[in-house]
């Protein structure tokens, strides 16, 4: 398999992505060329203080960086030699089948949406979050790329995290919950109740709204949400999680039996951190897109690039996006076999 | 001080509540008069269990409760004899200054807006959570009122939640941080865009976009958001919080080295545990109704409720009603004379 990164997005620059491509190399021998888009002379400093050569590597030259001010349209319109840009068309031309990203997330979602289009059947793409409860993983959909979808956008975001669910998360008949502010059927917004109707006829294993509380306690396998709430939702989950076990470190140092207590527990720490360290997930699939896009978190590390491009070897390997065309299909048939039943 | 009590709401019906009154009537010696509304022999069942036969409780028949399916308004409505209804109209009388309620929050919500109205140039009230980070403590605002609110909704927000801030928590210039999906000013939904440019326009001490992840690692001291938005957050917070203790604890139990360790750690454990436990903030107050109305958390204890009794007194003793009305008028002036200004 082919993937194109674009070696110059995220935070820190092209040292952690490039060092996440090595990692990933020696791992993964069934990846047969990695692209590395982006400035050549830096993304070569780089591979040569890895003293990295492998011959799967292949640099493609790009002059430009998308900036997190950057509108993110614009961005695609106006900087057409970008890291992102170039390594999408690289995906256009054939040349990659995925391609992985950890800059600008509305850019390149743009950028996949203007260049590759969506799936047959899909009008706007939606990022899925694999999120770890206490029992099992669930996947948030829509986690960022879409703040004002319309009821049928998040219809097709509940197909498609279902499909995702069901072929690379393998849960046999993956359960829907919509993200809502109340558990009872009729509570939520203006938005969330045009949904609700939506996926109560559908054939998904809709269980109806949940709430806040439910997303750990009670977790379903697919949670339904607009991109605005799924982003708030993620980053908090993020900041939460870093807050309690800052609070807890601060408060382990206070006395000597505390601290010998944190050194006793401590691999039950280590097992936690584990889990709900982002950098274990790697990156987040768009879906709906007419290619693979992988966006991974703006602070990956070389582990977390590492493994945003297993994520996007999964896709490919697990026919994700043949899956959601079949899918979608079937729904728009459904639905219009019973359009004429309800007039 | 006059409180009228909703003696039926809440997920465990009297008994938490009529408990909670009795601890804060032990506590709080300046609540003159507590109402305790709803059904006569239930409450006073509770209060002979209780041994309580404090003077200042005043029981207030109801003979209906609003039931967590019903719809807001149509409770209203419909159910003339709640009691939240019935507590409501005590503050209506002028026989109660503040209700408390743990019931249902969308029929709390309406019976005080139908009943008491808005505050004078408030359009629609807010619920303000008061949420722990490591550091401070921050307004919520809006936590689940209005999940449709219009871009002057989110202003008003923003002044109540500062308003609040400065006479309750004691936070000087509270800043005031927009919830979006990026920290860059041209990030987020139709709706934030639009609240953002009447926040900078405002005096308030506007910071700018925040993301989930600055909640906890950059707090402002107050964060604007709809209320739909404002649910999620609270319940994540609260899931999430609980999924990791959980999480921690079943680990801990894991080997005899680590359970050793846990128990010289405990009281770290227990300093954070009641640091993020709700039943120490125990009510939400919401702003902009011309009356004091504090929502209790749905599975209030008998401290969440004492503790709610008590925002409930805050509220009355720091006036922060004249408060909202003084710092409302004062921005809708300032509104109304830059207008002309910029046509």
Redesign the interface.
């Known amino acids: 398999m082919k993937i194109a990164l674009d070696a110059m997005g995220g935070d820190f620059g092209p040292s952690n992505i490039v060092g996440g491509a090595a990692m990933a190399l020696k791992e993964y021998r069934h990846i047969e060329r990695l692209f590395l888009v982006g400035d050549t002379p830096q993304i070569e400093a780089e591979l040569k203080k890895l003293k990295c050569n492998d011959r799967r590597i292949e640099i493609v030259h790009a002059t430009q960086v998308v900036d997190?001010?950057d509108?993110a349209v614009d961005a695609v319109r106006r900087k057409k030699d970008s890291s992102v840009s170039r390594a999408v068309d690289l995906v256009k031309k054939g040349d990659a089948t995925a391609i992985v990203s950890a800059g600008h997330t509305?850019a390149a979602v743009a950028a996949t949406t203007i260049k590759l289009r969506t799936l047959p059947g899909v009008d706007r793409p939606g990022i899925a979050a694999v999120i770890p409860?206490?029992t099992n993983v669930f996947v948030l959909i829509d986690a960022?790329a879409n703040?004002?979808p319309r009821p049928e956008h998040m219809l097709q975001y509940a197909i498609m995290g279902s499909v995702y669910s069901r072929h690379v998360l393998r849960y046999k008949k993956p359960s829907v919950g919509l993200?809502?502010?109340?558990?009872?059927d009729?509570?939520?917004?203006?938005l969330?109740k045009e949904v609700f109707k939506m996926l109560k006829q559908s054939d998904l294993n809709f269980r109806g709204n949940i709430?806040?509380?439910?997303?750990?306690?009670d977790p379903v396998e697919v949670v339904v949400?607009d991109?605005?709430?799924g982003?708030?939702?993620?980053?908090?989950?993020?900041?939460?999680?870093?807050?309690?076990f800052?609070?807890?470190k601060?408060?382990?140092m206070?006395?000597g039996?505390?601290m010998?207590?944190?050194?006793?527990?401590?691999?039950?720490?280590k097992?936690?951190k584990k889990?709900?360290n982002y950098e274990e997930y790697g990156g987040m699939p768009l879906l709906g897109v007419n290619g693979i896009c992988i966006i991974a978190h703006g602070a990956s590390t070389p582990k977390a690039i590492k493994n945003a491009l297993r994520v996007a070897a999964e896709s490919i390997e697990h026919q994700v996006n043949p899956h959601i065309v079949e899918e979608v299909s079937r729904h728009h048939e459904k639905a219009a076999s019973l359009e004429p039943a309800l007039q």
Chains 1, 2 share one sequence.
Request: hydrophobic content about 40%; glycine content about 12%; charged content about 25%.
């Open positions: 997190m001010c509108r509305g409860s206490e960022g703040s004002d993200m809502s502010i109340g558990d009872e009729m509570k939520g917004s203006d969330t709430e806040g509380h439910d997303l750990f306690a949400c991109g605005f709430v982003n708030v939702i993620l980053k908090t989950c993020e900041s939460i999680g870093d807050a309690i800052n609070w807890l601060h408060e382990l206070k006395s039996a505390r010998a207590g944190a050194y006793l527990a401590r691999n039950a720490f097992t936690i889990k709900v």
